[in-house]
């Protein structure tokens, strides 16, 4: 497929980054993943302002305008042959001419972005939900920040993936504050509960597009901290981020979550989700 690399289109393999940069060596750059339903981003501003805010996070400036990153996106959905797509795009601090922690002066940030096609949700997780893990996080403190280092994300999930679960559901000072790579909801007597917004968790584009849809359901809903009895006590568990939409977590370290069955609210919310992206 085509992709972006510093001001040109080219086919993927042709796309080269020198050794030297810095998201190579150090990690150090951010980068965003914006769904596409028939072509068209969804909330696609919401992003764009994410990526501002990850950007100001690791005191980078943002390299484009809107209107670049717009037209770039416009350019690569429409070179896909996929309808619904998934964006990706990344921007590091560049390439200098050697390794110094310290920022490089007079070096232009690499900016990388490329899409995939958005593989249909499997019909098995609508049926019977996916199961989940706790585990410590030991992730940074910035976890708002779309880091590209992401190491410790890596080896949760392959550790979720190692006991044949889809997600591994973080825990530190006894509070679970998301997933390896999603947020979370809990849902007890019918009242949804989410992790609040701050530095130990990714603000998702898609949590946000939930409470408002849980919102104009009419179905009660806080922000607060949720506990590992919280979760274990559930009657629904819900994961979601923009390559998974929403989805149930029908066990919780091999322990059925409420009845074990793919919960009646997230039928509901889930039927929201859907007509909203079409
Ligand atoms: N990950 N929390 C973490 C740690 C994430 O990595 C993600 C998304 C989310 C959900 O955010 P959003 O709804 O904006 O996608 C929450 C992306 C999809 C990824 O790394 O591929």
């Known amino acids: ?9 080219m086919p993927l393999a042709e796309a080269r980054v020198p050794v030297l940069d810095r998201g190579f060596l150090f990690g150090d750059g951010v980068y965003e993943v914006i769904p596409a339903y028939d072509r068209k981003p969804l909330r696609l501003h919401a992003h764009l302002d994410r990526l501002e805010r990850s950007l100001a996070g690791i005191r980078l400036a943002n390299p484009l305008s809107r209107a670049d990153w717009e037209g770039i996106f416009a350019h690569l ?3 896909h042959e ?7 795009l990344q921007v590091t601090r560049g390439a200098p001419d050697g390794r110094d922690h310290r920022f490089p002066e007079n070096t232009s940030p ?6 995939k096609a958005l593989a249909p949700r499997n019909p098995r997780i609508a049926e019977q939900g996916v199961s989940a893990v706790l585990c410590e996080d030991t992730r940074w403190q ?7 280092s992401l190491v410790a994300a890596v080896l949760l999930r392959q550790e979720a993936a190692d006991q044949g679960a889809e997600e591994a559901l973080l825990v ?6 998301e997933g390896s790579t999603s947020n979370l909801f809990v849902i007890r007597d019918r009242y949804v509960t989410t992790p609040p917004t701050g530095p130990e968790l990714l603000s998702g584009i898609t949590r946000d597009l939930i409470i408002e849809l849980a919102g104009r359901e009419r179905l009660p809903l806080t922000e607060q901290p949720v506990s590992v009895e919280d979760c274990r006590s559930a009657d629904e568990l819900w994961i979601c981020s923009s390559t998974r939409e929403l989805v149930p977590v029908t066990r919780l370290d091999g322990e059925p979550v409420g009845d074990g069955r793919v919960g009646p609210l997230w039928q509901q919310l889930d039927a929201a989700y859907q007509a909203c992206k079409a």
């Open 77 to 79: 959905l429409r070179s």
């Open 82 to 88: 996929a309808a619904n797509q998934a964006l990706y």
């Open 1 to 9: 497929g085509t992709v972006y690399l510093n001001g040109h289109f």
């Open 110 to 115: 690499t900016v990388f972005v490329m899409t």
């Open 142 to 148: 910035r976890c708002d920040i779309k880091s590209i």
């Open 172 to 177: 530190r000072d006894g509070r679970v504050v």
